[in-house]
């Protein structure tokens, strides 16, 4: 939930339901949670998988020590077994993660680079492929834009995407597009 948390403060989106609680809804659609950023920060290819939990812990006492210091209460909050970084109202979560990754912060390193995995999710559906998050909607590539390959799974542009040809096809290039 903390991690979830810290994802849709990078890429904010809609809430899933009334009382989620790790997305803030502060954005319309789907944010960096709905992209899949906590299935890309699970993915070993990351190679952050092991320290996903400490780097959660630590997020939660930064932010117990953000609300100290900004006179916020999250007793009933964390009473009921929420997160403390859950618990922060929206404007503070963004508030603390500028904090973190502010150049001199000494951990500024992790929280980059869980931010950059938030992003990436969002930007480029790195846990997937392209044609897989398209066809599950991937909010992150269709608020780009991203064409939709053809029904047989090829992205094919029947018009240049500079409004020109770039360069003609070498003459050995088959009817494919394939070079011989």
Do not use: C
């Amino acid at each position: 939930m903390t991690l979830e948390a810290f994802a849709d403060t990078i890429i904010p989106g809609q809430k899933r339901s009334p009382d989620d609680r790790a997305i803030a809804g502060a954005a319309e659609g789907g944010g960096a949670v709905a992209a899949g950023a906590l299935e890309l920060l699970r993915t070993p290819a990351t190679g952050i998988t092991a320290g996903l939990g400490p780097l959660a812990a630590a997020l939660n006492g930064h932010a117990t020590a953000h609300a100290a210091a900004h006179g916020l209460d999250l007793t009933a909050d964390l009473d009921a077994g929420v997160p403390a970084f859950v618990a922060l109202p929206f404007e503070h979560r963004t508030a603390l993660v500028a904090a973190l990754t502010t150049p001199g912060h000494p951990e500024k390193d992790g929280w980059v680079l869980l931010a950059l995995f938030s992003n990436m999710a969002y930007d480029s559906a790195a846990h997937l492929s392209t044609a897989d998050a398209l066809a599950a909607n991937h909010p992150g590539l269709l608020s780009m834009g991203f064409a939709k390959p053809d029904g047989d799974g090829l992205w094919r542009f029947p018009r240049y995407s500079y409004g020109r040809a770039l360069a003609r096809p070498h003459p050995s290039t088959t009817a494919s597009g394939s070079p011989r």
